[in-house]
């Protein structure tokens, strides 16, 4: 079975810009999480959809937006990007609540 | 307060060596998983372990969830063990996400 894959890889945007990245979760599973890591903050939570439905938001501002989709592939949106949106964006699929979960590859922001 | 505590922040080993991670974590976690981030940034899971013992190859870990520990245990240590060891858990009432410890950061040298 193939892992959780997260695309683009690698991304540089400049302030202002909005960036939308991309993750496909294990099949079979309907639960996608996204996470930020940064050097200062570590691994924070940032919002989890479930059959097309967000059930549960971390403490990003409005500008972090994401959705799902029908075969429970995700996006996520930073709008009006800032220097401090620089981090490793992580996404992690489970099969039910409260499982294991399982992680992509991770993309990494830069924004200059 | 601080939620998942994981100690010691920072550790050097030679290759051949055991090594003993600690993660402390308050009564409102569960579910305790263990996790690899090696060097290109990718979280391997290593157990998801909310009580008991359980082992894979050179590395177990135990859970003790009355006494609010989890131990991960690296034995015969390789230089591919290095990186950054993190445990995290669900915390009650928060659905899916999981809150995570600030990590060990591991370095096996020959």
């Known amino acids: 079975k193939a892992g959780v894959t997260q695309t683009p890889r690698y991304l540089i945007k400049t302030r202002g810009q909005q960036v939308t990245l991309s993750c496909s979760p294990i099949?079979?599973?309907?639960?996608v999480s996204w996470y930020q890591q940064t050097p200062g903050q570590g691994l924070q939570f940032l919002f989890e959809?479930?059959?097309?439905?967000?059930?549960n938001k971390g403490n990003f501002p409005g500008r972090f937006s994401g959705r799902q989709f029908s075969n429970s592939r995700s996006e996520m949106n930073v709008s009006t990007l800032e220097l401090g949106d620089s981090a490793l964006y992580l996404c992690?699929?489970?099969?039910?609540?409260?499982?294991?979960?399982?992680f992509g590859p991770g993309t990494r922001l830069t924004v200059l | 307060g601080i939620q998942v505590e994981q100690s010691p922040p920072d550790l050097i080993l030679q290759e051949g060596a055991n090594s003993t991670l600690r993660c402390n974590f308050s009564d409102s976690v569960n579910n305790l998983q263990w996790f690899h981030q090696n060097p290109w940034g990718q979280l391997i899971n290593l157990f998801y372990i909310p009580s008991g013992t359980k082992q894979n190859g050179r590395l177990s870990a135990t859970t003790v969830a009355t006494e609010r520990y989890s131990l991960l245990y690296i034995s015969s240590s390789q230089t591919t063990d290095s990186g950054v060891y993190f445990c995290a858990g669900h915390i009650t009432g928060g659905g899916n996400k999981l809150t995570f410890g600030t990590g060990t950061q591991l370095k096996v040298e020959l």
């Open positions: 992690a699929s489970s099969f039910v609540e409260r499982d294991t979960q399982y």
């Open positions: 959809y479930f059959s097309e439905t967000q059930r």
């Open positions: 099949s079979g599973h309907r639960s």
